[in-house]
């Protein structure tokens, strides 16, 4: 963790890291850092997101919990072991 002014400012986790978020789904990764001015949380290694049946996999996750917005990116060849590519299963509604 580190601070400004006596403050958390980031919080960093690693192992199993969990977010789980109404807006955006349940997602996990190996390493996660949370910014608590912009609420954002950045995940990295092995990402994993899921929303209702969606699933979608990633090197790197950043969220934004104001707003829900995701992004999810593959990385840089050669920097996420091997990973390059977003995957990603949709499955539609049966309404």
Request: no cysteine.
């Amino acid at each position: 963790m580190t601070t400004v002014n006596g403050k958390a400012d980031k919080i960093m986790a690693s192992g199993n890291v969990v977010v789980d978020s109404p807006k955006t789904g349940t997602a996990t990764g190996d390493n996660g850092v949370y910014s608590v001015v912009p609420r954002t949380v950045v995940l990295t290694g092995n990402v994993v997101l899921k929303k209702g049946k969606d699933v979608m996999q990633g090197a790197q996750l950043t969220v934004n919990l104001a707003t829900g917005q995701a992004v999810l990116g593959g990385g840089v060849k050669g920097q996420t072991q091997g990973q390059s590519r977003v995957k990603a299963v949709f499955t539609p509604n049966s309404q």
